[in-house]
């Protein structure tokens, strides 16, 4: 059982945001070093611990997809605020779909014809975003359609992988909006990709997660109020609450689990329940003296497993980074962060348009 450390100031919103985006960047980056591996050739390869900091890499690290699809998540928010703020209605899951067939053309998949040609924007110019970094199918082949995915129409509409969730922090980052509205678009956005209703409902209880850690819930009450209201709505998927409802009850326990244990009771991640399950435990079930030590504790539970590695990682990271702010990221692991001025150039603009 843990008890989170709390800081003797309640983070800024400000803080929340960078937080919460290079939190998720970084538990995505040391995730991603290992997310093909058994949890056997994790210890053969970085001892028994497994795999704890950038240090233990012999090469610069990388985040992922993860990484890629938030901060494009990002930007179809905030194409949608700005043409709010200057008073013009638009569909932000249009700009949503659109910012994420932006993301497909750095992946060089071809898509359909009948999809939009959208308008170029700051982010598509960052070239450390022009990577394949081992991107989900689901999400390839949804975009790829060239159809703009709904509940009412489907695409791919039996996946249930972990697409959704993983890119779905930033829902939760919009300030003075209702319960509702994050529901709607983490839900809605998730169908851009992915049909089935766990993949839809995970990315919104995520989302949910990160709108109460913002308002200055802990992690524990956030996640019981994220998943009371994910149950409340008529569209059900129960294996969503029987994996959150067993990764909270597990966390109350004196002892962490082993990685095998972690996995054979939530799961390795691969479908959307899953990964939020184990990033969720994987905060809950950590403790540190510090909010950076609360971190690094977080993140090694969240990897080390014979799993999804950087999908847990980056669920975790995002939830500490929201709930700390900047304050739990450590230094060290910042310097060896790919292109950290590419996320704070994202986090700047949520705020620009948010804040003022």
């Not at 359609?145 to 129409?153: C, F, S």
């Not at 019981?224 to 409340?232: F, K, R, T």
């Not at 008529?234 to 002892?255: D, F, I, V, Y």
């Not at 980056?314 to 962060?337: H, K, Q, R, T, V």
Request: aromatic share 6%; glycine share 10%.
């Amino acid at each position: 059982m843990s008890v989170e450390p709390s800081s003797p100031v309640a983070p800024s919103f400000e803080s929340r945001v960078h937080g919460s985006l290079l939190g998720g960047a970084l538990g995505d980056s040391l995730g991603y070093a290992v997310e093909f591996d058994s949890i056997a050739a994790i210890r053969a390869h970085y001892g028994a611990a497994g795999l704890t900091s950038f240090g233990q890499l012999k090469d610069a690290s990388h985040f992922s997809d993860d990484t890629q699809m938030t901060l494009y998540t990002v930007d179809g928010l905030v194409e949608a605020l700005e043409w709010a703020n200057d008073g013009v209605a638009a569909d932000e899951i249009a700009c949503l779909w659109l910012a994420y067939l932006r993301w497909l053309n750095t992946q060089d998949v071809a898509v359909a014809s009948s999809a939009p040609v959208p308008q170029p924007r700051w982010i598509d110019a960052q070239d450390v975003l022009r990577h394949r970094r081992a991107p989900g199918n689901a999400c390839l082949s949804g975009l790829a359609t060239g159809q703009m995915g709904t509940v009412a129409r489907p695409v791919n509409p039996d996946s249930k992988g972990c697409g959704t969730v993983m890119r779905s922090a930033p829902f939760g980052l919009i300030p003075h909006i209702s319960r509702e509205a994050v529901y709607k678009l983490s839900s809605d956005a998730a169908s851009l990709t992915h049909g089935h209703p766990s993949a839809r409902l995970s990315a919104a209880a995520f989302s949910l997660l990160i709108h109460h850690l913002v308002a200055g819930h802990d992690v524990r009450s956030a996640a019981d109020e994220a998943l009371h209201y994910v149950n409340g709505v008529p569209t059900k998927a129960p294996e969503l609450g029987e994996r959150l409802a067993a990764a909270l009850q597990l966390s109350l326990q004196s002892t962490i689990l082993n990685p095998e244990d972690l996995t054979a009771a939530l799961g390795e991640g691969w479908i959307a329940e899953e990964a939020l399950a184990v990033g969720l435990y994987s905060v809950l079930a950590t403790s540190g003296t510090s909010p950076a030590d609360h971190f690094r504790n977080a993140i090694a539970v969240a990897i080390n497993h014979s799993g999804d590695s950087d999908s847990t990682g980056s669920i975790a990271g995002n939830i500490l980074g929201a709930f700390y702010g900047e304050e739990c990221l450590p230094g060290d692991w910042l310097e060896a962060l790919e292109a950290p001025g590419v996320i704070r150039g994202m986090a700047g603009r949520l705020l620009a348009v948010t804040t003022g």
